[in-house]
């Protein structure tokens, strides 16, 4: 009898600690909070960063794919000088707006013009044309500003037209922009630019350039296809 009233009484406490917890309110709100680096927020969702899934690269012929890892090649060599002009152009305008005088904004100019020049001109001499082409697209890519206006704004126009000029020799226009939702070239270099990224071997560096590397995978498939 003794036993029965220990096992009535087990299963009442169990069947009290079971009502006490249904009984329980259900706070949603602290149910949708997510505890992100210590600090509690109201979010029913994380941000996480965009990943490209990236395909296999698939090429017609042995020629269209010698012509592909030569592309990635140079432009993995010149991108991080067009990140460094995009980064000293950023620095050149935030800093020439807290400048109130027009002839203290050229002096300030003509300065990091000298320091851009003084920073470039020797590596830069070491490029082959193509390299340099490719660079010229990547500046407009990280600036959304062709070369030859840069150096147009930075000094003058004359200077900007020698430039062109000097550069038309060797078949490289400053004029030159960057298209990847047009021209198929141009879609590979930002395909190597994005695989870069994505397995650290470049610090990424967001284009100004209002285009979705998704969408143009779409359009033009793998790298080495063309549509």
């Known amino acids: 009898m003794k ?11 169990c069947s009290s600690g079971y009502a006490q917890v249904e009984e329980q309110p ?3 709100v602290t149910e949708k909070m997510i505890i992100i680096e210590g600090d509690s927020i109201f979010r029913n969702s994380i941000d996480l960063d ?18 592909y890892y030569i592309l990635r090649r140079k432009t993995l060599k010149v991108y991080p000088y067009a990140k460094l002009a995009a980064e000293r152009l950023v620095e050149l305008n935030d800093s020439i707006t807290k400048i109130k005088k027009r002839r203290h904004q050229k002096r300030y100019t ?12 020797v590596e830069l001499k070491k490029l082959t044309r193509t390299e340099g082409q490719i660079l010229v697209k990547l500046i407009y890519r990280q600036t959304g500003t062709t070369a030859f206006d840069l150096v147009k704004e930075l000094r003058s126009g004359w200077r900007a037209f020698w430039y062109n000029t ?7 226009s400053l004029k030159e922009q ?11 270099i930002e395909d190597i630019l994005q695989r870069a990224f994505a397995s650290y071997r470049l610090e990424r560096q967001e284009s100004v350039l209002d285009y979705d590397y998704a969408q143009l995978t779409d359009k033009w498939g793998t790298s080495g296809e063309k549509q």
């Open 26 to 28: 259900i706070d949603s």
């Open 50 to 67: 965009e990943v490209y899934l990236f395909g296999n690269l698939k090429f017609d012929s042995y020629k269209d794919k010698l012509r």
């Open 178 to 188: 960057f298209h990847p939702e047009r021209i198929h070239e141009d879609y590979q």
């Open 166 to 172: 000097t550069a038309s020799m060797f078949s490289i």
């Open 3 to 13: 036993n029965c009233h220990t096992l009535l009484l087990f299963f009442i406490l």
């Open 110 to 121: 003509k300065k990091v013009q000298k320091f851009i020049e003084d920073e470039f001109s």
